[in-house]
């Protein structure tokens, strides 16, 4: 199995920050992540596709980046709405397996 | 519009059985490939199973194993989720989604939940 670690768990932020979560593959998994969104009481929601691609629809201040084992995701500049938890998926192997989640909380 | 419908979820025993039913519309559902995901009460997702857009192939995840089948009528638009021998840890919400070309997931349904408990 393809185990995902990523930190930190939770993070305290204010609006306008800069936010950046990493997840680490426990083997080489390419580009094969994406980056959800999940907001109380409701679907997780796509936000990066292929490691670095923004899904459409989402604001550009979302980037994602990294390749092999390391993988990050930015927020340029923390807006309100964009409170919630952030997971990780790797889909290289026929097992999937997501990140133990990222809250991100207000300040 | 792309439409994911969960339904099946309520309370059963542990040690019984369940069938989740996954309504698509919207999309040719007989295209993709389609998975099951999980979250129990407050935790993280956690992933189920998935089935190839013809069900030739499935996999699982090691929680499940021997216990879940994840099949699909491509006639019916329909994914299912036959779940044996559940136990109280598999209490969760039970999301199903549609994979994309890039290989994760850009539809998923609100959820039905399923409670095992005596």
């Known amino acids: 199995d393809i185990q995902m670690t990523q930190s930190p768990s939770s993070l305290s932020a204010s609006v306008g920050d800069r936010v950046t979560i990493t997840c680490r593959a426990s083997?080489?998994?390419?580009?094969?992540l994406g980056w959800y969104q999940q907001k109380p009481g409701k679907a997780p929601k796509r936000l990066i596709y292929a490691a670095s691609s923004l899904q459409s629809g989402v604001p550009s201040r979302f980037s994602g980046s990294g390749s092999g084992t390391e993988f990050t995701l930015t927020i340029s500049s923390l807006q309100p709405e964009d409170f919630a938890t952030y997971y990780c998926?790797?889909?290289?192997?026929?097992?999937?397996?997501f990140g133990g989640g990222t809250k991100v909380e207000i300040k | 519009e792309v439409q994911l419908v969960e339904s099946g979820g309520v309370v059963v025993q542990p040690g019984g059985s369940l069938r989740l039913s996954c309504a698509a519309s919207g999309f040719t559902f007989d295209d993709y490939t389609m998975h099951w995901v999980r979250q129990a009460p407050g935790k993280g997702l956690e992933w189920v199973s998935l089935?190839?857009?013809?069900?030739?192939?499935?996999y699982y995840a090691d929680s499940v194993k021997g216990r879940f089948t994840i099949s699909r009528d491509n006639s019916k638009n329909s994914l299912y989720l036959q779940m044996n021998s559940l136990r109280t840890e598999d209490t969760a919400l039970y999301y199903c989604?549609?994979?994309?070309?890039?290989?994760?997931?850009?539809?998923w349904g609100q959820g039905t939940l399923v409670t095992v408990s005596s």
């Open positions: 089935i190839s857009w013809d069900g030739g192939s499935t």
């Open positions: 083997q080489g998994i390419r580009n094969d």
């Open positions: 989604a549609k994979e994309d070309d890039y290989g994760d997931f850009d539809y």
């Open positions: 998926l790797q889909h290289n192997s026929y097992q999937l397996t």
